[in-house]
């Protein structure tokens, strides 16, 4: 049996930037907008406007390196490229 295992940053949902996108996000959708404003695009990292952007952004992917060493796999952190956003990350072990 194997493991898997994920790392995963979150945004905080209560993040002044995310906050702010998240209500341009949901203004464009009830105004049946197709394209984001520049700014909430380049932060969702998308032009279109989909509603799934406000749970893409919460969890956003850590930089890491993996190798192996006597019988384990080492997962090594890159905090300098760690986003300033991210409030948590969270290691996930699956068998």
Known sequence: MGMLTRIQGYVS???????????????????????LPKETAEYFGSKYVDKCLLYEKIEVAVPYSKYTEDYADVYEIIVSEIPDDVHKIRFVNCW
Do not use: F, N, P, T
């Open 13 to 35: 949902s209560e993040d002044i930037k995310y906050k702010k996108h998240s209500k341009v996000l949901i203004a464009c959708i009830e105004a049946g907008v197709s394209e």
